[in-house]
């Protein structure tokens, strides 16, 4: 099976404008994560999206949004970027089905965006 | 590209020693523990999990080890290699769909 993909790879914006990232989990996986990696805060949970549903949610402000289609592709988008949005932006997707159960995620290869 | 290891407990080990890698985790309730690597420029790659029924369990050339009783787990690479470099993320699950991980932990191996 082909692993998630992530696109673009990398991504230059300047402050203030916005971004869409997009996301194609495993096949038959319905579960899809966003995860933003810097240096300093490690990995960190944005929010989760599972039947097109956002299932679970970090703490990030509003500016921070995803979807889910019904192909299971998800996108995130950050509006009015700041310089402190500049990280790994990774995916992970998942099986995703037991309720009260941690199934196992696989990454993306993650989109390096870059704030000026 | 931007390297992923910074900030983090380093371990440096020569090529064909054995590498410890060790991770506390947090939450006793938690069931189920994977085990991540991370080479600088890419996303997180599965290398092992464990349930917590179990205290041991071997892959190739891994093996994870799960102590519930000081929560605490490890990651045991045998003859480390070059290509073993990388960033090591353990992480816990259970009760909740979205795993919690830990910092990491950067393995530099020597020639």
């Known amino acids: 099976k082909a692993g998630v993909t992530q696109t673009p790879r990398y991504l230059i914006k300047t402050r203030g404008q916005q971004v869409t990232l997009s996301c194609s989990p495993i096949s038959g996986h319905r579960s899809v994560s966003w995860y933003q990696q810097t240096p300093g805060q490690g990995l960190q949970f944005l929010f989760e999206y599972f039947s097109e549903t956002q299932r679970n949610k970090g703490n990030f402000p509003g500016r921070f949004s995803g979807r889910q289609f019904s192909n299971s592709r998800s996108e995130m988008n950050v509006s009015t970027l700041e310089l402190g949005d500049s990280a790994l932006y990774l995916c992970?997707?998942?099986?995703?089905?037991?309720?009260?159960?941690?199934?196992?995620?696989?990454f993306g290869p993650g989109t390096r965006l870059t704030v000026l | 590209g931007e390297s992923v290891g910074l900030h983090l407990p380093t371990l440096s080990v020569q090529e064909g020693d054995n590498s410890i890698i060790n991770c506390a985790y947090s939450?006793?309730?938690?069931?189920?523990f994977i085990w991540y690597k991370q080479e600088s420029g890419k996303g997180p790659q599965f290398i092992i999990d464990i349930r917590s029924n179990m205290d041991k369990r071997q892959g190739q050339r891994v093996t994870v080890l799960l102590n519930k009783t000081v929560k605490h787990l490890s990651l045991q690479i045998a003859a480390t290699q070059p290509g073993d470099s990388a960033v090591y993320f353990c992480a816990e699950g259970g009760g909740s769909y979205i795993p919690t991980f830990g910092r990491g932990t950067s393995l530099i191996v020597h020639p």
């Open positions: 939450n006793s309730a938690s069931d189920y």
């Open positions: 992970a997707s998942s099986l995703g089905g037991l309720a009260g159960s941690t199934d196992t995620q696989y």
